[in-house]
């Protein structure tokens, strides 16, 4: 489990797909030193388990499907990433709960100043849309963020300077894919809500089927 509040941001050494999936080494600078063989970290989001450290550098074996759910296909010797280790047991919980999860993959539609803040539109599926509401959770990228408004299609976040400089968001372009995970909370209600209602209303006769 961890709380979207990133750690540091690494650096990918190398990226090299092959027929089990994607080995990805990524300078992790001074988080290094806090991990250990097997444990997880978030990369953008997404938790990896760590199967090689060498001094400051973290290697990671992405599988196809992570691959296909994530952005991390696309990065490239260079790329920045986020990092974040787990919440540990009685640790400050600063953002909100994040499995590492992701749910899908979203896009930056436009980005507009706002003082020093700055105001990020994303497209994103519909599936994961009609979980988000106005200042709920979201994390982008293994970020947490408070949402400002969902319209059609799209999700509006604004980002602090301190978020701008510590994470890879301040570096995203128009068109740039990025990670998604909905609130857990959110997804639960949600789950509950639409197993509850219909059987209510097959119930009370509005619906086909046995109630």
């Known amino acids: 489990m961890f709380t979207g509040l990133v750690e540091h941001p690494g650096t990918v050494v190398t990226a090299e797909p092959g027929e089990a999936g ?20 978030a990369v953008n989001g997404a938790c990896l388990t ?7 550098r973290l290697l990671f074996q992405v599988g196809p499907e992570t691959i296909k759910r994530t952005n ?6 260079g790329s920045r990433v986020n990092l974040e280790r787990p919440l540990r ?13 992701v749910d899908g993959l979203g896009a930056v539609l436009a980005r507009e100043p706002a003082g020093e803040w700055e105001m990020v539109r994303f ?15 979201i994390t982008v ?4 963020l408070t949402i400002v408004e969902v319209g059609a299609g799209t999700f509006t976040v604004m980002l602090i300077p301190h978020t701008l ?14 990670n998604l995970e909905t609130d857990i909370l959110a997804r639960y209600a949600w789950k509950a809500i639409d197993q509850l209602i219909p059987a209510h209303l097959r119930q009370a006769g509005l619906l086909p089927g046995k109630p």
């Open 22 to 41: 994607t080995s990805i080494v990524v300078d992790a600078g001074p988080l290094a030193a806090g991990i250990s063989m097997g444990g997880s970290v």
């Open 50 to 56: 760590v199967v090689g450290i060498d001094g400051c």
């Open 72 to 77: 991390l296909g696309s990065v490239r010797a």
């Open 89 to 101: 047991m009685g640790a400050e919980l600063g953002g909100h709960w994040v499995q590492g999860h």
């Open 123 to 137: 497209s994103a599926p519909e599936s994961l849309l009609s979980m988000m509401l106005p200042q709920g959770s």
């Open 141 to 144: 990228d293994g970020v947490s």
């Open 165 to 178: 400089a510590v994470t890879t968001l301040g570096l995203l372009k128009i068109g740039d894919s990025v």
